[in-house]
């Protein structure tokens, strides 16, 4: 098993990177799948930094996946969004109780309007709390709501305490450490 990262032209590169890092590090085999309505490996990222994924999300291999993750960024969000393959992915993610993480935009512009937050408690970039029920919103840096199986988080500013709280959801708090370590965090 390993984790999808899926990412979209306009993606926040800072958290796309840092999440890859961070899960290679914990020794976590993570494949990067570009959503590009064109077919593309290669996408521009939102600050124009160039990122090639190992595939295109219609080339995936078959199998189950222990998270799905996405990465934030505009137009990287809305073009995940509106991915219907990316979406029936989530949706078979969150249905067979797996984790799915989410940060920046993504929660509020990928996972809301495809009714896949459910009654979870989340937070995202503070520009898009507004689009979340309140009931729902936490101002919390990293969100991680267990009954829901998924992790949230803010933006780049937050990518690496919520990369780490993915390895330690995934392979344990000491996992966690052991990176985190090194890193000098």
Do not use: Y
């Amino acid at each position: 098993m390993s984790v999808l990262v899926l990412v979209a032209p306009g993606s926040e590169e800072i958290e796309t990177v840092t999440i890859l890092d961070v899960l290679v590090r914990a020794n976590i085999t993570v494949l990067l799948a570009s959503c590009c309505p064109a077919g593309l490996r290669q996408i521009r990222a939102s600050r124009g930094v160039r990122l090639v994924a190992d595939c295109h999300l219609d080339e995936l291999p078959a199998g189950d996946f222990e998270m799905i993750v996405v990465p934030g960024g505009l137009p990287g969000s809305e073009c995940i969004r509106d991915n219907t393959r990316a979406i029936s992915l989530l949706r078979e993610q969150a249905a067979s109780g797996r984790w799915r993480a989410a940060l920046c935009a993504a929660p509020a512009v990928v996972l809301l309007p495809n009714q896949l937050l459910g009654k979870a408690s989340i937070t995202c970039h503070p520009g898009f709390w507004a689009r979340i029920p309140s009931a729902q919103l936490s101002h919390e840096r990293v969100v991680i709501d267990k009954d829901a199986r998924l992790v949230t988080s803010q933006g780049p500013g937050t990518a690496i305490e919520f990369a780490l709280t993915l390895v330690q959801v995934l392979r344990g708090a000491t996992a966690a450490e052991a990176v985190a370590g090194p890193m000098v965090i």
